[in-house]
């Protein structure tokens, strides 16, 4: 299976700050890379897909890049509500996640 | 409107085996491109993959896991079911169901998820 490794597992970060989350595949995944949003007690949500499409009603501070095995998911300035856990998935193969970016306010 | 709820029978013991119910509206399984999948996540850990099926019946399994998964839909296709046998300690979790579509690899839409805790 494709493993996922994510950067760094913890974020501290002041509002209006630019943020930058990697996600590193363990093999070529071709773009086939999504971001999810996950707060406390809720269910993930979809942000990115295909590396850099920004799924509706996101915000467009919310942007994604990256190629091969290096993807990248940037907030262009932090707002307190992005305070979530992030994870990227491929779906190369069958799906897998990685361990998540705790991004947290400064 | 897209919907989709999980349910469960939120505690059970080792051994035994855990039967799951997502039920879906806003959208037909019926529809060609459509998927259904089961993620769960141990609480305060990352996400697994573990099972979909599609709009034609046809079935995807974690390999890791398969020897103990089995998920099926209902004939209206309003309902996605699984089923995980012999169940230990390490399948507590929160079992999410899922949307996508067929060569999308996303999941757009998720449940609000069901807490199960397996224990003697």
């Known amino acids: 299976d494709i493993q996922m490794t994510q950067s760094p597992s913890l974020l501290s970060a002041s509002v209006g700050d630019r943020v930058t989350l990697s996600c590193k595949a363990s093999q070529n995944i071709y773009k086939y890379l999504n971001w999810y949003q996950q707060k406390l007690g809720e269910a993930p949500k979809l942000l990115i897909y295909y590396t850099n499409s920004l799924q509706t009603g996101i915000p467009s501070r919310f942007s994604g890049s990256g190629s091969g095995t290096d993807y990248t998911l940037t907030i262009s300035s932090l707002q307190p509500e992005d305070v979530a856990t992030y994870f990227c998935?491929?779906?190369?193969?069958?799906?897998?996640f990685g361990a998540g970016t705790k991004l947290e306010l400064k | 409107q897209v919907t989709l709820k999980e349910s469960g029978p939120g505690m059970l013991q080792p051994s035994k085996t855990l039967s799951l119910t997502c039920s879906f509206s806003g959208f037909s399984l019926s529809t060609s491109g459509m998927v259904v999948s089961w993620i769960r996540q141990p609480s305060g850990k990352s996400l697994e993959w573990l099972a979909a099926i599609d709009w034609d019946g046809d079935k995807y399994y974690n390999p890791s896991l398969k020897s103990r998964l089995t998920v099926s839909k209902n004939t209206s296709n309003t309902q996605v079911f699984l089923k995980i046998t012999s169940v230990d300690i390490a399948d507590t979790a929160t079992y999410y169901c899922?949307?996508?579509?067929?060569?999308?690899?996303?999941?757009?839409?998720w449940g609000q998820g069901v807490m199960v805790t397996v224990s003697s």
């Open positions: 899922a949307r996508s579509e067929r060569g999308a690899g996303y999941f757009d839409y």
């Open positions: 998935q491929q779906y190369n193969s069958w799906p897998t």
